[in-house]
Each structure stands twice: as C-alpha cells, then as structure tokens.
C-alpha cells in the first residue's frame, strides 16, 4: 500500500508537469528561448566552465551580403529533451546532437538552405526551408511526420546563389501554445503568405496573403505600391504576432485571426530597418511606463552607411542581440570565455550547460565538470585542407569541359555516373544541381556528397521527378540528361520541351544521353526550335542555345533600348545583394548577357571628399543568373566588352538630355494613348511619385524611381508598375535589355528603409500572374468598356482592352466612376490568386471580391449593347447548397437561384456567366436576391459590341497541397 510520501511526490511530479508543461526549466527551445525572443533565462551556470565538446564546422554564407539582412550569418542551435538541433544552409539540413556528448543522432535533408533556427515542441522539431515548406520531423528520429507547403506552386528562381522556391520559408517559426507561425515569401509582388497552423498535424488555422500590395508612403513623401517582405524571426507578444521585414520595420497581426494591425511603409526616410527584433517593455525618454508592446531593436543592426555618415534607426539599443540572461547573469558575446576562439553569433543555457557558436562556424558546449574535450570536425573542413589544387574541369570529357569554360551554373536531370559529377565537382566556377526522383537515392547521394565534405553551394540534390518543378528560364550553362523515366517524362521530345527553355544563351547547352536512332529523330523535330544548333559529339546529342534571344537588346548607353521580350506582367528570375553600386553611379551596360557597372568612391563624404566621385574599377556579372564574374569569364562569355574611362571626371548626375532638372523632374507624359474606358485619344500619363530619376522612354518600356522602381509597358498602356523592396539608383537604372526588365543594386549610400536592398532581374510572365498596377486619374464619361475587380488591392490592364479597376479603390488614384454598392459595409475577401485552379477567366479576377452584395449600380455608360461578364468564385470550405441567390439586371431577371459550388464541384474554380448584346441605356444596375446564405460576385466586366473580347483562359486543375498533410 503506497504511503503519504508516495503519493506526496506523485502529486508533486504532476504539479511540476503542469507548470512546466511540454518545455522543461532546462530546455531552450526556440531561437532566443521563447516566443517573446527575450533570451532570458532562469537556468543558471557556473562560474567555471570546460569545454566538453565543440562541433567544428565551415563557416556559413549568409543570403545577403547586407548586415542588415544577415538573420542567418551563423549557426542558431535550440535544445530540447537533451537534444541540440540546429539548421544549416550549408548542407541543406537539420542535424541533431546528444548535448552530453556532442554526437550526431540523425540528419534531416530539405531541397533548399535552411537559414532559421527551428523550433521545438512537444516530441516534434519543426522549421522552414527555402524550398518552400515547413516540417516536422520526430525530435528523438528525425522520421518526417509532416510538411507543410506554404504556396501551391513548385516554380523556382535563383535566389541568393542558390535554387530555391519563389516563396522560401524566412519568417523565422515561432510557437505559441499549440500553433505555430511562419511566413513564406520575399518579394511583395509576388505574393506573400503568413501562416498559422496547428504545430500537431499542420493544419491550417488562418493564412494571411493580402500583405503583398499596401499602397501608401515612401520616402521623401513618396507613394508606391509596398509590402511585408518576412525576414527574420516572427515573435509573440501579447496578443500580437510581429513580423520583421528584413531592412525595413516588422508588420503587427492579430495572432488569433491574423489580420493586420500596423505596418508602416519605408516612409521612415534616412532611418534603417534591419532583421533583429525582439518583445520587450524598455520605457522611451519622458514616460514612466513602457507602452503594452513595446518592441526591442539593435541599434548595431539597424545602422547603415550614408553617403554623408553612419545613420542609425530609431529607438534602437546597442547590444540587445548580442546578449543573454542566464538567472542573474548577464552574458555578452564580447566576452571572453575559457576554450572558445573565435567571433561569438550566438549563446543559449540548456541542460545546464552553456552553448556558443561561433561565426567562424564552430559549436562549443561548455559545462561544470572538468572533461576531455571531444573534438568533432566536419569533412568539409578536412577536405579544405587536404584537397590539392587541380585544373579546373581535368577529369571532365572535352565536349563537357569546353561548354563550362566560363564557369555558371550545371543541371543534371537524372543522375549520371558518379565521375562525372566528381569531375563537375573539380570546377569551383560551377554550381551544380542534380534532381534525382529516386527518394532512397537522393539522401544516399546527400549523405556520400555531404559527409566527403562538399557542400550546397557546389551541389545541391533536388528529390523528385523534373516534372514536378518548374524551373528558372535561362539558369543553366549545361544540362545533362540521362533516360527521360530518371525526370518523370515519357520521352525525349517531352525531356527537351521542358529543359530547352532553362538553357542560357549565348551557348548554354543541353546535352542528352541517348542512341544515335534518337538523335536523328530529335534532330528533325526540333530543327526550327529557336537558336537551337543540333550536333551529335563523344554519344551525347547536344542541343546548344546559340546567340542571342530574337527580339532582345544590348545596351551601352544612349537611353533607348527596344528589347520585344519585355512586357508586363514581369516575375522575379534572380536576386542577389553580391554585386552593388553608389546610388549615382553611371548606367550599367548589358551586352551578350553579361552586365558591366562601374561603382564611385563615394565613402569619402566626412573626410572630406566631395562629388562627382571618381569611378571604381567595373564589375561583370552574368544577367540571367547574377553570378559575379571575373574578368577572365567576362571575357569568355562576350567578344568584346565595353569600357569606360576611368581617368575621366565624371559628372554627378546621369540624365538623358530631355531631363533639365536634376532633382525635381516634371510627370512623365510621352506621346498619345486610347483611354481604354471612353475609346478616345488622350495624353500618355501615369502616376510618378518621388524619384530625381526622372524616367527614361526605351522605346517599349518607360522605367523610373517612383518611390521604389517602377515601370509602364507602353504597349498594354499598363499604368504604374512598382517593383517593390528595393529603391532604384538616382541614375536611371531599370534597363530592359538581353530579354530581361533589369533592376540592379544601385542602393549604395542610401539608408532608406526599403526592405530590399538588392539587385535582380524580371522576366515576362502569362497574362494569368497576378500583377497590381496604379493606373492614374483619367476621363469615365461615356464608358464603352470596364472592368470592375471587387476586392482587389489594384488596378490591372489586359492586352485586349479591358481596364479592371480595383473597387472599392484602395490602390492608389483611378478613373472615378459613379459607381454605388449597396449595403456600404459590404465585406471584400482576398486570396493570393495562385490559389485559384480551374474554371475559365483571369483567376486574379476571381481571387477575390464581395460578399453580402444587395446592388451594384454604374453610370455613365455609352448607350450601346454591350457582352456582359460575371465572375463568381466559391470560398474555400464551402460545401453545395450553403449560398444560392439569384441576379437581376436593370430590373429583370438575369441568374436564377446560382449555386457557386454546384456549378464547380469545388472552391477556388471560377464560375463566368457571359451575356452578349445586353443593351444598356446608360446605367448597369444588379439586383442580389439569397435563398441561402450571403451573395457575393468577384467581377464584372462590360464590352461595348464590336470590341475585341479577352478569351477566357481555360485554368489547370492541381491537387490542393494547402491542407495535404505529407506522410512518410
């Protein structure tokens, strides 16, 4: 029979379990040990420490050169349980350590660097790749219980070096109770997504995507189309969700619903954002109190170099990041401490013991006990030192080695011998990335590379079949291919139509492992592919993506560029931070696909040395990938490259002649367009904000600063496209050439919280991509055509004709149209359009719009017959028979008791009911009646007879992978 003692300690263990709950008192389980980020601690260590082990490791490669947006600069450990985790981008993985002994306990592989720390919860570790997913993997095995991917698309680009998702995983997770909080995206303009799931099974309890177009200020009083741009570590406090945003400042969401409280655009001015924040109570100057949350910034990382000084971001406090609170002890990364060498990034208390990381890239565990120390050495470390020089490309067949002389980027779809990779691998100009769909053999792969010391940045293994990625355009100098089955294609033909378009040109080339009875097929159908040149060398076919792009330019100056490739809409390809330039530096030039620029001296401001600026040697980097490039490559690559004297004074600003003031240009207005609403000929003007790059007409394009880099396609009369995150240079330095809208880095010298201090190309997109755009103020009398897009965040111009206008508007100045909705508190909803997968019509159209809708009335119509166009779209969970109403026109019967979701059998598909010869004396009025539930309509869209209609795009269906929970 148990005594009072038993059951004493029974009730004691148990009310231990309860306070504790999951996370134990020695445990430090997130990055900076909680939710808050505070770094405090109530563990407690010694006075005297030993080294027990250290985990000597390379050193890591941040994404951005940019201080201000290195969150992943070093390794950032978390302990659970006894067990240490820690992600690396080196390797594309997460590792495990018993913390008493050091020893490795399991390793888990992504597709894409793993730049944030992870966080651990109950039994489950879980954290995000740059290959767009969040896992959670078993803490004590490693074994995959879920995965989670952020977007529903597999399109990659090149993004800082590497390949990666559109939407890598860098809104840094953080747990709060049983939910989990992560953001996906970087580029505002391409969608950006915050999540909450539930941390057990993945899922999903709110999304927010609307953050990716917020129309409001900028610097110098700017107004520009925005965004959250999620870099960094999310953090709770209160009841508020942050969420940094790489060098500008963090956004504030409702953790239960994740709506926005308050972001500000970079209208900050000269005051710097940077990646670091963290919960905190710390009073400002002349208040008693601190306010209910408070936030805590670095005034070391949030500081940046302007042209006239060091400029430092508001309400900043030195140090913050490099410290942490161990019971009364505060511990600084300055300090010295017995056994460590090196530059300290990072320290945590757990399991009482204390752990450092270095940026050189060693884990040290330091404990009471006096012990021999265990030393664990990565093999990428030892193959540094053991590794002899050998001649690039010495062990690769000539008609490989020729075809990489200048170095660039290596796609092997199905992996061929393992010599050949060994002989790739030789070449340190080379970034290979091999996709191998066997899953057993792509970590057997990792593990062999990885453990011989390699490391991602030389060769990155991709699991699954090429047929389930979409891949960059223009990203390989070489592709190798084995049997079509290795890709998840049924043949040659489907291998080539795919691989062909991610050829760069001026030589890239696809080489094919096939018979010579294949050859002669593939040479015959492919014989007017574009550029292609065909040959047949040592049993490959090869297939070279000869010259330049038809339609693309070259440019070196002169202020006109008619390259026929660049159209809105525009996507990212690549972006990177490695080559940068002073805001006021000549134009780069762009020949054979390789980019010239020529920074200015122009640190020198306080010690004297005014502008114009003496011009810095030129840098060469490669325009469809961004690789840096030597001289020697540069040379390689293109015949002849242009020069600029550097002897020569320059002049501090670069205009085109037309521009007669340097600082305060007048709005743009060239030439004459058709008013897509009226039909009637009027002047060519468009919104510019803020910018002393005053615009350039290229021909097709007109590029300018209007408050962040901006552009309008003269072609589609697009309005104002702003290409939000990074500012352009003073000088002009959007340039459309060699097929490619090109924004470098021309930020240096500037302070300015834009959240995107980097250089990267666009490409042209499908109609179908969602693009928001600023159309302006223009004449709405006598409308002969209309698009209205409920719920939109802007305005958006097809090829054919139809202007869509965001209603209600929201971004930025529109044609005012007499437009009344009725009730006036009608709710808009927005998805992200990628979510919308089938049907016919423009899904950006369809991704959002109104519900609860009781009329919609329009005047000032031509009188005319008109095709009249509805868009409908079912949100998401909604099941048949939840809505059923009905629409009238002008008083008649227009659609009967309309069941969105019976009509689609699913939610996200587009349902258009289309009129034609609608006759309407002037005003368009619809009437919603509901049966059931709330009505709700996405879109309409009015044609005067005669007019050019826009097809309506047949969507592809795909599998929803929001909800799908991935098992092992």
């Known amino acids: 029979m148990p005594n009072i003692f038993s059951y004493q300690m029974i009730f004691t263990l148990l009310f231990l379990h309860t306070l504790l709950g999951p996370t134990q008192a020695s445990d430090w389980p997130m990055w900076r040990l909680n939710a808050q980020r505070s770094a405090k601690t109530e563990q407690t260590i010694p006075d005297t420490l030993h080294v027990h082990w250290v985990h000597h490791l390379p050193q890591l490669d941040p994404a951005f050169k940019n201080a201000r947006l290195q969150f992943d600069a070093g390794y950032e450990p978390i302990v659970k349980n006894g067990i240490l985790f820690y992600g690396s981008s080196d390797t594309n993985s997460v590792t495990a350590l018993d913390v008493k002994t050091g020893k490795e306990l399991w390793r888990f592989y992504t597709n894409g660097p793993v730049r944030l720390a992870p966080v651990a919860w109950k039994d489950s570790v879980l954290f995000g790749s740059d290959d767009g997913y969040l896992y959670s993997l078993a803490a004590q095995t490693g074994a995959l219980q879920w995965k989670f991917q952020a977007v529903p698309s597999s399109r990659l680009i090149l993004g800082n070096r590497r390949l990666i998702s559109v939407w890598p995983v860098r809104g840094g997770p953080v747990v709060d109770e049983d939910t989990i909080y992560f953001a996906a995206g970087v580029w505002p303009f391409e969608g950006i997504f915050i999540y909450a799931l539930n941390a057990e099974t993945g899922e999903r309890r709110w999304i927010n995507d609307r953050l990716g177009y917020i129309y409001g200020q900028h610097p110098h009083a700017a107004e520009a189309f925005g965004g959250v741009t999620p870099q960094g570590y999310l953090l709770i406090t209160g009841d508020e969700l942050i969420v940094p945003c790489g060098t500008a400042f963090p956004a504030r969401l409702n953790k239960q619903t994740g709506e926005l409280i308050e972001f500000q655009l970079p209208k900050a001015g000269r005051k710097p954002g940077g990646w670091f924040t963290a919960a905190g109570k ?7 109190e601190a306010p209910k949350s408070d936030l805590l910034f670095d005034r070391d990382v949030n500081s940046a170099r302007h042209e006239n000084g060091q400029n430092y971001g508001p309400d900043g406090k030195r140090g913050i990041r490099q410290q942490i609170q161990a019971g009364e002890k505060q511990l600084t990364y300055q ?20 752990l450092i990381t270095t940026l050189e890239g060693s884990i040290y565990c330091l404990g009471s006990e006096k012990v021999s120390t265990q030393k664990h050495v990565s093999p990428a470390l030892n193959r540094q030192e053991t590794t002899q020089p050998q001649a690039t490309g010495s062990q690769l067949p000539s008609v490989i080695s020729k075809r990489v002389a200048g170095g660039g980027n290596v796609l092997l779809a199905g992996i061929p011998d393992t010599k050949l990779i060994e002989g790739l691998l030789t070449d340190k100009s080379l970034y290979i990335v091999a996709l191998e769909s066997d899953l057993d053999q792509a970590k057997t792969l990792r593990h062999t590379y990885y453990n011989q010391g390699w490391t991602a940045s030389e060769i ?7 047929s389930d990625f979409e891949m960059p355009a223009y990203f390989a100098q070489l592709i190798i291919a084995q049997e079509p089955q290795h890709s998840g294609f049924e043949s040659f033909l489907q291998l080539v139509t795919n691989l062909y378009p991610s050829l760069r040109p001026y030589g890239g080339s696809l080489l094919l492992n096939c018979t010579e009875e294949t050859h002669s097929k593939l040479k015959e159908e492919f014989r007017d592919l574009s550029q292609a040149q065909i040959s047949r060398h040592s049993g490959y076919t090869v297939i070279e993506k000869a010259g330049a792009i038809p339609g693309s330019t070259n440019y070196t100056g002169g202020w006109s560029s008619p390259d026929e490739l660049v159209k809105a809409p ?6 990177d931070d490695s ?15 390789v980019m010239i620029s020529h920074s200015k001296y122009w640190q020198g401001y306080p010690a004297g040395i005014r502008p114009p600026y003496k011009l810095l040697k030129p840098q060469y980097s490669d325009v469809y990938t961004g690789r840096t490039l030597n001289e020697k490559q540069a040379k390689t690559l293109v015949k002849e490259l242009p020069t600029r004297d550097q002897t020569q004074k320059q002049p501090s600003q670069y205009r085109p002649p037309y521009q007669k003031n340097d600082w305060s240009p007048a709005p743009p207005v060239i030439g004459e367009r058709t008013n897509p609403l009226t039909g009637q000929s009027e002047p060519r003007a468009f919104p510019k904000s803020y910018g002393c790059d005053g615009g350039v007409d290229y021909s097709y394009l007109y590029t300018m600063r209007s408050g962040t880099a901006a552009f309008y396609d003269k072609r ?21 050439a060699n097929g490619l809208l090109n924004v470098p880095y021309y930020f240096q010298g500037c ?3 834009y959240p995107l201090p980097v250089g990267l190309s666009l490409i042209s997109m499908p109609e179908v991509y969602e693009q928001w755009m600023v159309w302006g103020k223009s004449e709405a009398k006598e409308i002969r055509r209309v698009g209205l897009n409920f719920g939109a965040p802007g305005d958006r111009k097809t090829d054919r004709g139809t202007l869509w206008l965001d209603a209600p508007s929201v971004g930025g100045p529109s044609p005012e149209l007499d437009l009344t909705i009725e009730p006036k508190n009608v709710t808009p909803f927005y998805q992200h359009s990628l979510w919308v997968e089938g049907g016919r019509g423009w899904p950006w159209v369809g991704a959002s719009g109104i519900s609860g809708v009781k009329s919609i009335t329009l005047k000032n119509l031509k009188r005319s017959n008109y095709t009249l166009r509805l868009y409908f779209v079912e949100p998401e969970f909604s099941t048949t028979e939840q809505r059923i109403f009905s629409v009238s026109l002008n008083g008649k019967p227009l659609i009967k008791d309309l069941d969105i979701y019976q009509e689609t059998q699913a939610g996200h598909h587009i349902h258009v009911r289309e009129f034609s010869q609608t006759p309407l004396a002037g005003t368009l009025n619809l009437a919603f009646t509901a049966t059931k539930g709330k009505p709700l309509i996405c879109g309409v869209e009015l044609v005067e007879k005669n007019l050019p209609l826009d097809t309506l795009v047949k969507l592809p269906t795909r599998k929803q992978r929001l909800l799908t929970k991935v098992n092992p």
């Open 579 to 593: 080559v940068g330039n002073f805001k006021r530096a000549p134009q780069p030039m762009f020949v054979d696909g």
């Open 460 to 466: 990155s293994f991709i699991e699954g079949p090429l």
């Open 570 to 575: 525009v996507g990212v390809l690549w972006y």
């Open 335 to 354: 300090k010295q401490y017995p056994g460590v060498t090196g530059t300290i990034h990072s320290m945590l208390v757990a399991s009482n013991r204390l």
């Open 716 to 736: 589609v009369e697009s309005g104002t496209i702003h290409i939000s995150g990074p500012r352009s240079g003073c000088t002009n330095s959007i340039v459309p």
């Open 282 to 288: 710390a009073a400002r100057r002349g208040e008693t």
């Open 751 to 753: 302070t300015c919280s």
